[in-house]
């Protein structure tokens, strides 16, 4: 029989973001390997919006009932994604029943928490810290962060990197933005206070500034940016044909932890503009993309650049070696010597 994974996941679709394609695509990766991966997800309960973030919904998860799910699939191996209510339940059960399990580093919430209400990041670290501290191993998604939250007191930290599906994003003909001035500067993302669009689009560079995806910003910044063009989420070969028009792919974030964006851009044979941060520090080279504390002086070097050297940059970016990754990571949720599933059936 094939080994039987177990992913619980507060983000899941229909949300739009790293955190989600990513899953997607490491299940879809251990699939094809022949394991039996199954996702516990928002999916199974009811939800409620997060404040001032409709995009994202919190399950409404009765006490135990995440537990139940896990003794009814009495998975070989277990990985708590994210740090929600649906995590924090499958922690909780598999702490008390002696289960181990994963869990990986996705986002930097006590930024994104800090951008929308006082809460000193220091707090939310030390939740953080407490939340992984139990887990056999914490995939984190970049070197650099691997390094930041040693410094914050993270053990057993193990690096889990990122794929590209580079068939799906490639070069090819421009075919979209042709009726707006040149050079084309795109953004792909949320349109949040975390994601620091506002930088890119205050950003001084010539050409037409695109902003590609939604979110709780866009209205506000469509009023005070009537240059930009706002095109709301798109999808498939949409999507990928508006990478591979594009001039420049600008990323302005500082708080991601890796941005799986650039790797489709640079697929797509965009070079990228970026801040000197985690994330384009680790995914970015000299001949891929450019950063700057100046935003403006990043997107002008960026476009110099060798669109084939993005190419050929990406396609070092595979889903196979993500995969390899994640399942060497994994570890098996009974203790050698108990069986706990065997006794609970």
Known sequence: MPSKLLIVTDAWHP???????????????????GMDVSFLTPERFWTVPVPTYPEIRLSLTPIGAVGHIIEEEAPDHIHIATEGPLGLQARKHCTDAGLRYTTSFHTRFPEYVAARVPVPPDWCYAYLRWFHAEAAQTLVPTPSMLAELEERGFTHLKLWSRGVDAGHFAPGPKSRFLDLPGPHLLYVGRVAPEKNVEAFLEAEASGTKIVIGDGPQREELEH?????????????????????????FVFPSLTDTFGNVMVEAM????????????????VLTAETGAMDEDLGAAIRKALTLSREAARRHAQTFTWTASGDQFASALVPAEAPGHHHFAKAS
Do not use: C, H, M
């Open 15 to 33: 949300q739009t973001n790293g955190v989600v394609r990513s899953l997607s695509a490491i299940g879809k990766e251990l699939t094809r390997r």
């Open 224 to 248: 005070r940016f009537p240059d930009a063009v706002f095109l709301g989420y798109q999808y498939g070969e949409e999507l990928a044909a508006s990478y591979r028009s594009a001039d420049v």
């Open 267 to 282: 697929a797509s044979g965009v070079p990228v503009a970026a801040y000197p941060v985690t994330g384009p520090r680790d």
